[in-house]
């Protein structure tokens, strides 16, 4: 037996491939706004932002290069604070007034001044070192999705940790269950004023932090129509001001979208109009998202009227054709993602998962196959991560259901060493695809541990959860147990009832009469 390498996680691993890959900085810039120009601010920065905005913070020190927390705030919160990129400018800022500040540790995407490699990380300027040190002695510091893999500010943050004087309030730093913790961050967890707070994302922290401060959402996101009345009002009412040809043709343009938003809401356009101005994909994916997928079809079916060319609604119409049984539709639908963009991954991928729910495993492999080909492509980065590793998890359990048990181990392999390589959490469904196929292969003791892990890992009220607490029992040949979790999962999300009938984890319950009262009785 040859063993493989040990992954060895380097804490400097960014900006030691950053500069390999891009020896100037001007690169460097380049390729960071391709990544982030079509980002959009999550949940989690849309609560931050109206936190902002509402005084709790005024102060945000980030290493990020975007300006997803400042687009958050002028667009949600009706907020416009101070952002400084630039060492030279940071000297004049005054933590302690109340308008909202971000300072960028690291510079801006927007300039070739950004500092992303080894030696530019490897100390702050000057005057941003002041700034963040000033701050530290009147105010205590919450730390949210930062790794702590630059020395420059950890370095910065223990130095003044050993020192009397600064944090009078402590630093919290937040943490998901499953994140790795490197060395810097460690050390600096064991000085007396630091505390370690594990949390499960950015997005589900800053939703309880804005619940339990008691704020309800700005009208840009509780009543939308509500806050895009009243700024569109600022330009209407002062229409007699105007005396410009084109502003007065635009001002009346702008009149008669109110107007048929005013027929709308009487009922008085034709339903062909009025169905041009329902964000219809957005109520699809709220239904999507609450598992009702036959709702969710109503509304993406509209949606793609208003925009044939969104992949992902027909994604997600894919999915919904599969989880409640219409399989023939969702692989017609997946075909149609192919004709609109032939060298897009993500028609492959759903067409491989609608002939692996037809049984039609061969041609499944095929598809997934022909989807990591495509996949290969895209542009480097975390997305493509993830998705190469989503495929392979789809074509391990392919393999599985045809018994190709040494294929299905090193996909399975594969899936582990991208979450390994690219930082993700460990994927339990790999897990699980591996542990059946060294089962298979008559490595029992070895699939034995890997089941064990995992119903160590995995807690909680999840439907997800559930699931992949059912497969490992199933592996375990605890049938009890495993269709209790089954029982859980069906009923928290009818999607597991359809998947459980194909998944080759429970081939050995196909005929069990309890089994099949759960995974095929319709």
Not at 310 to 320: H, K, Q
Not at 394 to 413: I, P, T, V, Y
Request: proline content about 3%; hydrophobic content about 40%; some cysteine.
């Amino acid at each position: 037996m040859v063993a493989r390498p040990r992954l060895v996680w380097n804490e400097e691993e960014y900006p030691i491939l950053f500069e390999k890959v891009y020896d100037q900085r001007s690169q460097r810039r380049i390729y960071i706004e391709e990544c982030v120009k079509n980002a959009k601010p999550s949940w989690g920065y849309i609560y931050l932002a109206n936190i902002i905005a509402n005084n709790y913070f005024n102060v945000i020190f980030t290493p990020n290069f975007d300006d997803l927390l400042n687009e958050a705030c002028f667009i949600y919160a009706d907020c416009r604070p101070i952002v400084c990129a630039h060492d030279s400018a940071v000297a004049d800022i005054r933590v302690t007034s109340a308008r909202p500040k971000i300072i960028k540790l690291h510079g801006d995407f927007l300039y070739d001044s950004i500092k992303n490699t080894v030696g530019e990380t490897e100390t702050l300027e000057k005057n941003m070192r002041d700034k963040l040190t000033q701050f530290a002695r009147e105010y205590g510091l919450i730390v949210i999705g930062y790794g702590g893999n630059d020395r420059s500010i950890m370095d910065t943050l223990e130095t003044m940790l050993r020192s009397e004087g600064y944090f009078p309030n402590g630093i919290y730093w937040c943490r998901r269950k499953d994140d790795t913790m490197g060395k810097k961050v460690e050390r600096l967890l064991g000085r007396e004023n630091a505390y370690l707070i594990e949390i499960e994302g950015f997005d589900e922290f800053m939703a309880e932090l804005h619940d339990a401060l008691g704020l309800t959402l700005p009208d840009a996101v509780r009543d939308p129509y509500k806050a895009t009345t009243e700024k569109l009002n600022r330009f209407i009412l002062a229409r007699e001001e105007v005396k410009h040809r084109i502003i007065k043709n635009d001002i009346a343009g702008l009149e008669k979208q109110v107007k048929r938003f005013e027929q709308a809401i009487f009922g008085k356009l034709p339903k062909e109009e009025l169905d041009s101005l329902i964000p219809y994909r957005f109520l699809g994916d709220m239904e999507f998202e609450h598992y009702n997928y036959e709702r969710a079809l109503l509304f993406y079916e509209k949606a793609l009227v208003q925009n044939p060319n969104d992949l992902v609604v027909m994604r997600n119409i894919a999915c919904s054709y599969v989880w409640i049984g219409r399989t023939k539709e969702a692989l017609q639908t997946s075909e149609e993602m192919i004709k609109l963009n032939p060298t897009e991954s993500m028609g492959y991928e759903f067409k491989g998962y609608s002939l692996h729910h037809l049984g039609k495993n061969k041609d499944a492999f095929s598809s997934y196959t022909k989807a990591l080909e495509y996949a290969s492509t895209e542009p480097t980065g975390p997305m493509r991560d993830a998705r190469i590793r989503d495929i392979i998890v789809f074509r391990s359990f392919d393999l599985l259901s045809s018994g190709k048990w040494k294929e299905a181990l090193s996909d399975a392999e594969k899936a582990l060493e991208i979450c390994a390589r690219a930082h993700f959490p460990s994927s339990i469904f790999a897990s699980i695809a591996k542990s059946m196929s060294l089962k298979k292969l008559g490595r029992k003791e070895e699939a034995k541990k890997i089941i064990q892990d995992v119903l160590k890992s995995k807690h909680g009220e999840d439907a997800r959860v559930h699931y992949q607490r059912a497969m490992a029992f199933a592996l375990f040949g605890k049938k009890t147990r495993m269709l209790q979790e089954l029982d859980l999962a069906i009923k928290m999300d009818v999607a597991y009832k359809v998947t459980a009938s194909f998944n080759p984890v429970f081939t050995d319950y196909r005929k069990d009469p309890d089994f099949r009262k759960l995974a095929y009785k319709r």
